[in-house]
């Protein structure tokens, strides 16, 4: 069974960075067969994907908003997918979620219902 778990809840001020961290278990890591993917979601909001990355290939995608400023990454000694936040804005103010699924090379975006595995969300606040 599929189990994420995020970490690195935080304060900072707009133009500071943070580091969220997903521990990933279920058989995801060492499988090429997986796509791990952050999303966030303020009050009022959609869910918005922010950044993915493939398991098997490490092929990444970023949502335009976070371009130059995220960073995701995954470390398979810890079974981890992270993201570095760079340069935060008041605006990347939300609860962020880490999600799994089986990678799809013909899903080219991040969207919600494409995704049945999900952590519990860190909340994240840049303040200005």
């Known amino acids: 069974q599929v189990q994420l778990v995020e970490s690195g809840v935080g304060s900072v001020l707009a133009g500071g960075s943070l580091r969220l961290s997903c521990a990933a278990s279920?058989?995801?890591?060492?499988?090429?067969?997986?796509?791990l993917a952050w999303f966030r979601q303020s009050p009022g909001k959609e869910r918005e994907g922010v950044a993915g990355?493939?398991?098997?290939?490490?092929?990444?995608y970023y949502a335009d908003s976070v371009k130059g400023r995220f960073t995701i990454s995954q470390d398979f000694s810890k079974n981890t997918v992270n993201l570095q936040m760079n340069s935060l804005k008041p605006d990347d103010t939300a609860m962020y979620y880490c999600?799994?699924?089986?990678?799809?090379?013909?899903?080219?975006?991040?969207?919600?219902?494409?995704?049945?595995?999900w952590g519990q969300g860190t909340q994240v606040t840049v303040s200005s």
């Open positions: 999600a799994a699924k089986n990678f799809n090379p013909t899903q080219q975006k991040l969207l919600r219902s494409d995704f049945p595995h």
């Open positions: 279920g058989y995801i890591y060492p499988s090429p067969t997986y796509y």
């Open positions: 990355i493939h398991t098997g290939g490490g092929t990444t």
